[in-house]
């Protein structure tokens, strides 16, 4: 074991504050890595408030991280000392049931290790996150950064990217179709980017007119006001597939009559119950809804080569860990364009 410095939510009714915890030593199939950036996500707020009623303390939050490689065990393949990586929202699982052998270890069956707010596969060991300094993961868990890419924007994609990208991906959304994007947030720029770098014609969907020129700086092709009735009903029946990034409870009843024939529409956003809406919606004419969870290791790796190859990251901005209760309240108040990242450089080390 070995002592690591953080930030940690001691209650859901105080603030983070320095926390030193630590970490197992490096195993044959671990990689130490030291933590360099570590991006905010909207769920470390919910999580260390308990706005979920599953919070554990104290909680390091943290699942969007990057890194250098320090030390690797024995029987590490794949990173070496020096290479850049990085962690994201789990750190193990079974890797056994029939999800883990599918490279679906987000839907393990018998349980995921998640990053923070968890337990190790003894179910009983707690899990800490990125806002420290050091963490060490089963090699598996970790997906390696090419040196393209700008690190500290490279951080959110290990949520906010892989959330996105995964459904992009299962649906095989690509040349030819059209795609709206619901929401523009930090889920949804990253999902505007990666529609776009796919192929598809792209529009943003939102209920602020203002955000039309950002939307299209990332790359939509088009803005659709969702609360002009007459340009919803001009784009009705229109889309091959959307992807609804709404964090919140809200009608999905308006998005769905913009679905043609055997159109998708992906919740990747909302935790929390919808509004009721007609089966007559899906029916005719044959359209689905449906979710989607992160993603496995191997689509992140493939992510992760995806935007090294087409210079794919986050908008971010940059702040230091002893600001991180100021930066709590920016992001209740959604005050971020679009990501909030961590320079883990400036951790008090006292």
């Not at 349980?111 to 923070?116: A, E, G």
Request: a negative charge; hydrophobic letters at 40%; aromatic letters at 8%.
């Amino acid at each position: 074991m070995f002592e690591v410095h953080g930030y940690a939510a001691k209650s859901a009714t105080t603030d983070l504050v320095p926390f030193t915890f630590n970490r197992r030593d490096v195993g044959a199939h671990d990689v130490h890595i030291e933590i360099l950036f570590s991006g905010v996500c909207h769920s470390d707020l919910h999580q260390a408030k308990g706005d979920w009623g599953n919070s554990n303390f104290p909680m390091v939050p943290g699942h969007e991280i990057v890194g250098r490689v320090k030390a690797v065990g024995s029987a590490v393949k794949k990173l070496k000392v020096g290479d850049y990586a990085g962690v994201g929202c789990m750190v193990d699982s079974c890797r056994t049931c029939e999800s883990c052998k599918k490279d679906l270890e987000q839907y393990c069956q018998v349980h995921t290790s998640f990053t923070y707010n968890g337990t190790e596969q003894d179910k009983t060991t707690p899990t800490y996150g990125g806002y420290s300094t050091d963490i060490v993961t089963e090699e598996r868990f970790v997906v390696k950064i090419s040196d393209k890419l700008d690190l500290k924007a490279t951080a959110p994609l290990l949520c906010a990217g892989i959330t996105t990208y995964s459904p992009l991906r299962h649906w095989k959304v690509g040349p030819g179709q059209k795609v709206g994007v619901i929401g523009l947030g930090g889920l949804g720029h990253m999902g505007v980017k990666f529609a776009k770098a796919l192929g598809a014609h792209v529009t943003m969907i939102t209920t602020s007119e203002a955000k039309g020129a950002d939307a299209k700086r990332l790359g939509a092709d088009e803005v659709l006001v969702s609360t002009d009735p007459k340009q919803m009903e001009a784009a009705a029946s229109k889309f091959d597939f959307l992807l609804n990034t709404v964090p919140v409870s809200h009608d999905i009843l308006p998005y769905l009559m913009l679905l043609k024939l055997d159109g998708t529409m992906v919740l990747v956003g909302a935790l929390t119950p919808l509004d009721a809406f007609p089966g007559g919606a899906l029916m005719l004419p044959r359209r689905t809804v449906a979710g989607s969870a992160i993603g496995g290791m191997a689509e992140t790796q493939e992510m992760m080569d995806f935007c090294a190859e087409h210079n794919i990251v986050s908008d971010i901005e940059v702040v230091d860990m002893a600001s991180i209760n100021e930066t709590y309240v920016r992001l209740a108040k959604n005050d971020v364009r679009y990501r909030f990242v961590i320079d883990m450089a400036t951790m008090p080390k006292g």
